[in-house]
């Protein structure tokens, strides 16, 4: 979106790098994905490193169980909480063109509040579910008594409020930033259990520290950037009026947040799904298959996190579909350009690469892995198109699609895992990948 007249001018120092770049809608796209991209790669070192350490110290079933844990924590809050960045970006950029600062601080307090209250009930759900479903799962006497304070990590997706703050504002080097926080305290835990002792429960520990840290860093940031970059926005005070001057916020909100939960739960419950099955070595293995191919998939999602706020600007300035549209393909197909050598290196070496992270222990997660690899190559046409379905105001669309792949297919992965095992999760996730990448395609190139 080209800066129109009537937009407010940034305050002072919101140029040291929150300024948006001039030119086209997909120049400023491949800017913020530009910004991000730099911090999920660091996170992504960050993270082999740090997984590289825990596989060899808690050895198979143990790090099964800490996925596990950690998995039904972060599902819980997937499915229960409320997140508000989608609301906050789409009805924020028409307030900063309206150069209505009041206006945006209603916004993101009632957002604030939406999303507390979910995530409270999250906390609460994880709470009463965890010691019921745990022994299920196969989580061991360690796990089950640290579950109660372990519902406690829901809270570090507890923060799209201010996550969606600094995207509308251009803020994607801080976000970049954030990324950095929770992989660097799981590393710093990690290598200290791995030096001093420690085994399942000093994992745990240090994963709920992480995911607290996440949490209260990332609410610290957005609070002080919107001090700094809207000084008449304050958090504390009335949300009156939210809903006038906001029209459809409850109807978009809704959409949104069942868009991105159930966007999320496939690849979030397949772990579940196979510690519950097949017990929680093999979630071991199907855990480290996803952590060596989600490379694959971060420069869809990056540019999707990346576009929506660009495409939110676009909509709010009188932008057309056909433009919104056109960024979207050209988001595409850059994802794909990205993706296709680590896809060949995967689709070479998947075996060595599964033993090179966990040793001899995990070489069987490299069955799995060329699966799930072509499953996120092919979904790769996902987080941009449902950006730019949201951004259109029609999240339903997006929301239809990922409730009908992630809950409609979902009968099938419990009889393919017990017809072809590890194998049979991952040709799941192919045929979710191609049935969402279709679907999403068709209705991004002809939503009006």
Known sequence: ????????????????????????????????????????????????????????????????????VHTFAMTVGGIVEFPGWHAVVRYGAQAIESADEHRLARLLRFAALVEGAGGLCAIVTAMVLGPLIGDRLGWSPTALAFALPYSFAVLASIRATPAGYLQLCGRFDLLSAHVLISPLVR???????????????????????????????????????????????????????????NDGIWRFMIGANTDATFGDLAPRIAPLAVGWVMGPTAAALYAVAQRATVVISQPAQLLGQAAYAELAHLAAGGGGASAIRRALFQ??????????????????????????????????????MLLLAVARAIL???????AALIALGRPGLSASVNLGTSLGLLPLLPPMMLLWGLNGAGGHALLQAAVAAALLAWYASRDK
Request: no cysteine; hydrophobic share 50%; aromatic share 6%.
């Open 187 to 245: 590393l710093f835990g990690a290598g200290g259990i791995a030096l001093f002792g420690g085994g399942l429960h000093a994992f745990l520990v240090v994963w709920l520290a992480a995911a607290l840290i996440e949490w209260a860093s990332m609410w610290l940031i957005g609070i002080l950037e919107l001090r700094r970059q809207h000084p008449q926005a304050r958090m504390i005070g009335s949300t009156r009026g939210v809903r006038s001057e």
């Open 380 to 386: 790769l046409v996902g987080p941009p198109a449902s």
């Open 1 to 68: 979106m080209d800066p129109t007249a009537g937009r407010s001018p940034p305050s002072k120092g919101a140029d040291t790098g929150g300024s948006r770049p001039s030119g086209g809608t997909a120049r400023r796209i491949y800017f913020n994905f530009g910004k991000l991209i730099g911090g999920k790669a660091g996170a992504g070192l960050v993270s082999l490193l740090y997984l590289v350490v825990a596989v060899r110290v808690l050895g198979p079933h143990d790090y099964g169980v800490l996925i596990l």
């Open 331 to 368: 988001s595409i197909a850059v994802a794909v350009a990205i993706s296709i050598p680590v896809l060949v290196i995967i689709g070479v070496a998947a075996h060595p690469l599964a033993r090179l992270i966990g040793g001899a222990a995990f070489e069987q997660a490299g069955n799995v």
